[in-house]
């Protein structure tokens, strides 16, 4: 499938494996250059190998999301490497601890909070100035049907991915008079490396939680994501789009 851009180039966090791997090198197979950022340095190398290899254009980052500084500093990579930044993809995240919120670890909470809000809220305060001198783009950030719905055993997680819900929408009130788009987008359970440690009856469970019968694939959110940031969506801003196999219509 392809997708028409206005820009040329694009930062993926967390673009190392899964989801976010899906989206660098689909992106890249549609013409952008890729900043390929995450926490995992030979994971990085591996995907902007890959991205070569099938002939696009890409450097590697990395990134701690949780650290401000390193966050700018991937900005910073893709004006220095590509000459501007016009789309970025907050993907980065962890699953964090399971449990009810009166039994969990202080340290857990923090730490899903750094990543997975802390870490788009980062982005966001870097991204959006380079984006707006490079005269407007789009930004996608990973939220989750769990930043739609409740969940008993992931308070961490769910307060982080619904309040990413609720900073891409006022995010994309503030800047889209500027030229700047900015959606969430909302996977449904997905086979990524998060879901590695699974039992097969807790997979069987997961499954079962989709009317479309299976859990979803990488490339297919990665796909929802490049109509976001292309200029098909020239009209969706502060939308949150699930993508999650009939999860949320239930």
Known sequence: MHYTFSGNSVLVTGAASGIGEATARLLAANGLSVVVSDIQAHAVQRVVDAISADG????????????????QAAVES???????????????????????????SLEAWQRVIDINLNGVAYGLRYQIPAILAAGGGAVVNMSSILGLVGIATAPGYNAAKHAVTGLTRSTALAYSASGIRVNSIHPGYVETPILDNLDPAARTGLVGLHPIGRLGHAEEIAHAIAFLLSDGASFVTGAALAADGGYTAQ
């Open 78 to 104: 893709a004006q220095e490497h590509f000459g501007a930044l016009h789309y970025a993809v907050n993907n980065a995240g962890i699953g964090g601890q399971a449990g009810a919120v009166g039994e969990m």
């Open 56 to 71: 696009g254009r890409a450097v590697g980052n990395i990134c701690d999301v949780a650290k401000p500084d390193q966050v």
